[in-house]
């Protein structure tokens, strides 16, 4: 079974960051391509940042430069830092893999971000 447990969200001032951590069991990190999404109230969810297994790391134009994605192979634990962040930022944010042809998510955790 995947379960995938998201934390660090919060209320945050623009201009200021947050870390957001996504612990995972039922499978392994580093083998999988790790993904964080995104979605605001009313619109649709949308990818922020994914690292693949081997270690390629793709991000949303709207968030490069600004957030980072990366993993701890030894945790099992993929991590998602936000800097200079903006309020069109807030959302509640998905913790996301696969295995075989099915999708997990976790249950969310959501960032707000105050101007």
């Known amino acids: 079974q995947v379960q995938l447990v998201e934390s660090g969200g919060g209320l945050v001032q623009a201009g200021g960051s947050l870390r957001l951590s996504c612990a995972a069991s039922?499978?392994?990190?580093?083998?999988?391509?790790m993904a964080w999404y995104r979605q605001a109230p009313g619109k649709q969810r949308d990818l922020v940042a994914d690292?693949?297994?081997?270690?390629?790391?793709n991000y949303a134009d709207s968030v490069k430069g600004r957030f980072t994605i990366s993993r701890d192979n030894v945790k099992n634990t993929v991590t998602l830092q936000m800097n200079s962040l903006k309020p069109e930022d807030t959302a509640v944010y998905y913790c996301?893999?696969?295995?075989?042809?099915?999708?997990?998510w976790g249950q969310g955790t959501q960032v707000t971000v105050s101007s």
């Open positions: 996301s893999t696969t295995r075989g042809l099915s999708r997990y």
């Open positions: 039922g499978v392994f990190v580093v083998m999988k391509t």
């Open positions: 690292i693949s297994s081997g270690g390629i790391t």
